[in-house]
């Protein structure tokens, strides 16, 4: 028995790290695509350079993992208010 629940307790750690990691790509693509339609001429010299071209990637990253915390972290909150009643 004690090995069953150790089973179902790494089986849904792995599941919950698969959402996670989904969760992630999907809002990282979402604010890279947002991001697309900021002018970053008005802050940056060349956008179109490379170094242009990271700086919009790690705004998308940052952007993105905030996202996605505060998106994992709303679920988990709804997920623990059955327990109040």
């Known amino acids: 028995m ?3 629940l150790k089973n179902n307790l790494v089986g849904s750690m792995g599941v919950s790290g698969l959402i996670s990691i989904i969760v992630s790509l999907i ?3 979402l604010s890279w695509w947002a991001l697309q ?3 970053l001429d008005l ?3 060349f956008p179109k350079s490379a170094q242009g071209k ?3 990637l ?3 990253i940052v952007l993105g993992h905030f996202v ?3 998106l994992l ?3 988990s909150w709804s997920q623990m208010v059955k327990y109040m009643f």
């Open 73 to 75: 972290d709303y679920l």
């Open 2 to 4: 004690d090995s069953n």
């Open 68 to 70: 996605a915390k505060f």
């Open 58 to 60: 790690l705004l998308a």
């Open 43 to 45: 802050f940056i010299r």
């Open 27 to 29: 809002c990282i693509g």
């Open 54 to 56: 990271l700086l919009h």
């Open 37 to 39: 339609n900021l002018k």
